[in-house]
């Protein structure tokens, strides 16, 4: 059994002397890679998800009109944090007026409803559906 692990010790060796993922070591854990950085730059090839570098001024704008009580809000909002993409949050709780106007316009009921660009995604749902399918990057870049 042994053998069957590398050590504690091999393991801290290896974080002191700087071979490591970028938050310990200052440097990018790619191999192919020699920049120096604490925090990865999602905009470097080797960081960004697939190969995809998108940056604020290539990514078409992303809204999300939500209410404070919705946990599919809450889901949207996480997927779109944990790719690092950028949106604006509109909170519909006490605002009926907009939301009528909303769904007037697309024709959906309930929050979230989901912008990219000028076109209407849908909601949490259709969001995850996008990841999940890969084309919600290619939907993210712009014109």
């Keep these: 059994m042994q053998g069957a ?14 071979h490591g993922p970028s938050q310990y070591s200052g440097f990018c854990s790619a191999r ?8 990865p730059d999602l905009n470097h090839d080797c960081h960004a998800p697939l ?3 998108m940056t604020r001024e290539n990514m078409k704008k992303v809204i999300v009109y939500t209410t404070d ?22 909170d519909l709780t006490n605002d009926s007026a907009k939301r ?5 316009q697309t024709g959906w009921m309930t929050v ?21 399918s890969g084309k919600l990057d290619s939907k993210l870049q712009g014109p």
Excluded: T, V
């Excluded at 979230?112 to 999940?132: Q, S, V």
């Design 69 to 90: 009580y919705c946990p599919y809000c809450r889901r949207a909002k996480q997927l779109l944090e944990n790719k690092k993409i950028a949106f604006e949050e509109i």
């Design 51 to 53: 190969g995809l570098a």
């Design 112 to 132: 979230p409803m989901i912008f990219i660009g000028d076109e209407f995604i849908g909601g949490a749902d259709d969001l995850y559906a996008l990841e999940k």
């Design 5 to 18: 692990l590398p050590s504690l010790r091999l393991f801290r060796r290896l974080f002191r002397w700087g």
């Design 32 to 39: 192919h890679c020699e920049r120096s950085e604490a925090i």
């Design 100 to 104: 009528d106007a909303l769904q007037e």
